[in-house]
């Protein structure tokens, strides 16, 4: 089976930086998409960034210019680097995937989520 496994999360001060991870395992032919959400308590789950196989990059009017999406293709992760962080930036955040299997289809797959606390 194919999973994400999603690390570096944690509490941070208003203008401080995290770096999340997420890495795909499992039965894996080809990652086309990947990308982070995030959902706040009381609000609907939001992307935050997405980034194409061929590096074409996307983020939220929120987040433009303080975060930044790459990922590896050869340990299938992807990264979200977070600078000056506000604590409106608080919520749990999800990396998502749309993975190729050995079988050729294609499906969403998505982390547990980790949680992400701008406080002073």
């Known amino acids: 089976q194919v999973q994400l496994v999603e690390s570096g999360g944690g509490l941070v001060q208003p203008g401080g930086s995290l770096r999340l991870s997420c890495a795909a395992s499992?039965?894996?032919?080809?990652?086309?998409?990947m990308g982070w959400y995030r959902q706040a308590p009381g609000k609907q789950r939001e992307l935050v960034a997405t980034i194409t196989s061929g590096s074409s990059t996307n983020y939220a009017d929120s987040v433009k210019g303080r975060f930044t999406i790459s990922r590896d293709n050869a340990k299938n992760t992807v990264y979200l680097q977070m600078n000056r962080l506000k604590p409106e930036d608080t919520a749990v955040y999800y990396c998502?995937?749309?993975?190729?299997?050995?079988?050729?289809?294609?499906?969403?797959?998505w982390g547990q989520g980790t949680q992400v606390t701008v406080s002073s």
């Open positions: 998502n995937a749309d993975i190729k299997s050995d079988s050729r289809v294609m499906f969403t797959y």
């Open positions: 499992g039965s894996i032919f080809s990652i086309e998409t």
